[in-house]
């Protein structure tokens, strides 16, 4: 069945320290997502990409960074310049138009400790 | 620009009662519209997507939608709550391009037995 994997589930960071999640699809979608879900909060948009090699910041971009080297693949790396990286990770897809709707992976915790 | 309001950050009804989740939107563009829900640690599902065909949009598990242009709304409903139905439920929406999704807070839906 076609979705998108995220990995890991659970991610312990400590202070200081770089840490990349995954986010793969075998959708062939051309549209992908990386979102940031705190409590209360809704869902937050940091990065997104619409196409191989190109990406635009979202609303909380500051402290992230993104690669678009393959198409089914966006991995999303929290540095250590983010000062609150503690939350649910979403990463999501779409074929390119919204009224396709989005596709949403299972989410990535991450903890620092 | 785009926003969502989802009025109630908890919503508490009895098994079987009428389930009403409220959702008003802002934007600049002919919007799409959309729910999800989403249980404890996982990724969102879709229920429902409103894209410019029929104004009451029929979704999964019983769910259904109707877009209001003269209100601004997109208010969820399903006519019986069952204990399965316990979740946080996202309103989202989104222009005609693939630049992402803007969320509401969300609204914890408890079932009360």
């Known amino acids: 069945d076609g979705g998108i994997t995220q990995s890991p589930k659970y991610l312990f960071r400590k202070e200081g320290q770089n840490v990349t999640l995954s986010c793969e699809q075998n959708?062939?979608?051309?549209?992908m997502y990386w979102y940031r879900q705190d409590p209360g909060q809704g869902l937050r948009l940091i990065y997104y990409s619409q196409i191989v090699n190109d990406f635009q910041k979202g609303d909380i971009a500051e402290g992230y960074s993104v690669s678009r080297e393959k198409k089914e693949s966006f991995p999303l790396t929290v540095t250590s310049a983010q000062k609150n990286p503690t939350a649910f990770y979403l990463c999501a897809s779409n074929p390119g138009q919204s009224r396709y709707g989005y596709t949403f992976g299972s989410g990535t915790r991450l903890t620092v400790v | 620009a785009q926003s969502v309001t989802q009025l109630g950050s908890h919503v508490s009804v009895s098994e079987g009662a009428l389930v009403l989740l409220r959702c008003n939107y802002s934007s600049s563009v002919p919007p799409y519209l959309f729910w999800y829900v989403q249980y404890p640690n996982q990724g969102l599902q879709l229920l429902l997507k409103y894209t410019s065909a029929a104004t009451l949009v029929k979704g999964i598990n019983g769910f259904e939608a109707e877009f209001k242009k003269s209100e601004t709304s997109f208010h969820l409903t399903k006519p019986s709550a069952h204990m399965s139905d316990a979740a946080e439920y996202f309103c989202?929406?989104?222009?005609?391009?693939?630049?992402?999704?803007?969320f509401g807070k969300g609204t914890h839906l408890i079932i009360q037995p």
């Open positions: 959708l062939n979608h051309d549209a």
């Open positions: 989202a929406v989104s222009g005609g391009g693939a630049d992402g999704l803007t």
